[in-house]
C-alpha cells in the first residue's frame, strides 16, 4: 500500500489541535475506525486500540480512533461522543470524520475501507500498510506492529 490522503476529519477530541499523519512520522500509527454504537466496536476494536496504546511504548506506536458514522446519525453527536469516550475511558486522540460525497464518511472513503470496527496502520514513514475489518487477533496484530517497528530504513 502506498501513501494515503490525509485525515478529513471535522472535529477532534482528546487533542487540543488538529492532527495529521506528518504528526506521527518516526512512530507506527494506529487508527481505530469506530462507531460508538457499534457492537463490534465497543466489544472488540477500541479495547483492542486500548491494549495497543497501553502495550507498546509511545516513542514507536501512537494510537488514534477515528468516528466514522454512517449510520444512526442523529444518536452520534458530537457530545455523545464526548460522553462516550469519558465513560470507556478513551483517552488517545479521536478524529469526527467529515461527511462524505455519498453515504461514507470522507477518510473512511478515501482510504478504501468496508465498515467498522477497521483497524489502519501507517509504517514510519506515514504510508498506510495494513488495512483490517472486523476483529483481529491480538497476538497476529501485535506481530504485525512489531514487524513496522523493526522494519530496517523507517526509523528517522
Known amino acids: 500500500m502506498s501513501e494515503t490522503p490525509a485525515f478529513h476529519a471535522a472535529d477532534w477530541l482528546n487533542t487540543d489541535h488538529p492532527l495529521s499523519l506528518a504528526d506521527f512520522r518516526g512512530r507506527v500509527l494506529a487508527v481505530e475506525v469506530f462507531q460508538m454504537l457499534c457492537p463490534g466496536c465497543v466489544l472488540h476494536g477500541l479495547p483492542q486500540a486500548q491494549r495497543i496504546a497501553a502495550g507498546f511504548d509511545s ?52 482510504w478504501g475501507l468496508q465498515g467498522t470496527p477497521s483497524l489502519v496502520l501507517f509504517d514510519r514513514q506515514g504510508r498506510m500498510r495494513a488495512r483490517h475489518f472486523g476483529q483481529v487477533a491480538d497476538l497476529a496484530l501485535g506481530a504485525e506492529i512489531m514487524a513496522l517497528i523493526s522494519e530496517v530504513g523507517n526509523n528517522e
Open 59 to 110: 516513542v514507536d506506536v501512537a494510537v488514534i480512533g477515528l468516528h466514522a458514522v454512517f449510520e444512526h446519525h442523529a444518536a452520534n453527536s458530537r457530545e455523545g461522543l464526548v460522553a462516550f469516550l469519558h465513560e470507556w475511558r478513551i483517552r488517545f486522540p479521536v478524529a469526527i470524520d467529515a461527511q462524505g460525497k455519498g453515504l461514507l464518511p470522507s477518510t473512511m472513503e478515501a
